[in-house]
C-alpha cells in the first residue's frame, strides 16, 4: 500500500492508498517541533484504528511544506514503514509541463492538484485549495500547469483582524442570512465569508478569462464545503484530489 502525506503548515493530509483506492484518510494538525517518533506513533495509531497494519505499507510518497518536518519525516518512513521517502520537490518526474519562472518555486500540494484536476476532470481547470493560505491553480487548454494565485487563508484573516482590532473577537465561519450584519458578530462574520466568497469569484473569473476555453473549478482544503456553498463559481468540492495527485506523482516516478 502506498501512504501519502499532505504535509501544510496548519495540517497534515494522509492517504493510504491500495492501488487506486483511497481506502484510509485523516487530518491532523501540524507541530513543526514534532519528532519522527512522534510524528510516528500517531500515524500508526490511526492506521491501526482504520485496521490496517503499518507494515502493509511498502511506499511513501511526501508534500511537505514545512522545511523543519523534512528530517523528522524521513525519520518517520524508514524507522516505522521501513522504507525511503520520496519526496516532491525539484527532480521528480510529474507528467505536466510546468509553465512557472522557476518551476522549483511550486510547491508539490499545487502540482499534485494540478496533476490530479487534468486526469480525473480534464483541462482546463482551475482548482482553489482552501488551506493556511487560499491558492488557486492553473491547468490550461493544452494540459500544462501554468501557475495561479495566492491569497492569504480566510483563518489568517480572522487572526489579523482580531489581533489588530481590540474590540472584535473570533466567530464562526458561518455566513450570516443577510450581507448587512445587524450586530458586531454578523457583520464580522458577513466580511468574512461573503467578503472572501467575492475574493474567491473575483479570482477565478480573471483566471478563466486568461486560460480561456471553459476551466472545470474544483474545490478542496478545510473550508471548501462552506465557501462553496455561497458561490455557483465552484462546479465541484473534492477533498482527495490532493493525496490523488500524490499517487499519480509516485506512479510517474516508480
Known amino acids: 500500500m502506498l501512504l501519502a502525506l499532505d504535509v501544510g ?34 500515524l500508526t495509531d490511526l492506521l491501526d484504528r482504520a485496521d490496517l497494519e503499518a507494515d502493509a505499507v511498502n511506499a511513501v510518497i511526501i508534500s511537505n511544506g514545512v522545511p523543519a518536518l523534512a528530517r523528522p519525516l524521513e525519520e518517520l518512513t524508514t524507522r516505522y514503514f521501513h522504507t525511503a521517502p520520496m519526496f516532491v520537490g525539484p527532480g ?28 480525473l476532470y480534464g483541462a482546463p481547470a482551475i482548482v482553489v485549495d482552501f488551506g ?48 448587512i450584519g445587524h450586530s458586531t458578530t454578523a457583520s464580522v462574520q458577513s466580511g468574512l465569508m461573503y467578503g472572501y466568497v467575492s475574493l474567491v469569484e473575483g479570482l477565478i473569473a480573471r483566471l478563466k478569462r486568461e486560460i480561456g476555453g471553459a476551466p472545470k473549478v474544483i474545490a478542496t482544503g478545510g473550508l471548501a464545503e462552506p465557501i462553496s456553498n455561497l458561490t455557483t463559481a465552484i462546479d465541484v468540492v473534492d477533498q482527495d484530489v490532493t493525496l490523488t495527485g500524490l499517487r499519480l506523482i509516485y506512479l510517474q516516478n516508480v
Request: aromatic share 6%; charged share 20%; hydrophobic share 40%.
Open 9 to 42: 503548515n496548519t495540517h497534515i493530509v494522509v492517504g493510504v492508498f491500495d492501488g487506486e483506492r483511497l481506502v484510509a484518510d485523516f487530518r491532523v494538525h501540524t507541530d513543526a517541533r514534532a519528532t519522527g517518533d512522534e510524528l510516528g506513533l500517531l
Open 92 to 119: 521528480i518526474r510529474t507528467g505536466i509541463r510546468i509553465q512557472y519562472d522557476d518551476p522549483r518555486q511550486v510547491g508539490g500540494d499545487r502540482i499534485a492538484n494540478a496533476i490530479a484536476a487534468r486526469h
Open 132 to 179: 493556511t493560505a487560499t491558492t488557486f491553480d492553473c491547468v490550461g487548454t493544452d494540459g500544462d500547469y501554468l501557475g495561479g494565485a495566492i491569497a492569504p487563508g480566510i483563518q489568517i484573516s480572522l487572526d489579523a483582524l482580531v489581533s489588530h482590532a481590540a474590540r472584535l473577537t473570533r466567530v464562526e465561519f458561518v455566513a450570516p442570512p443577510t450581507a
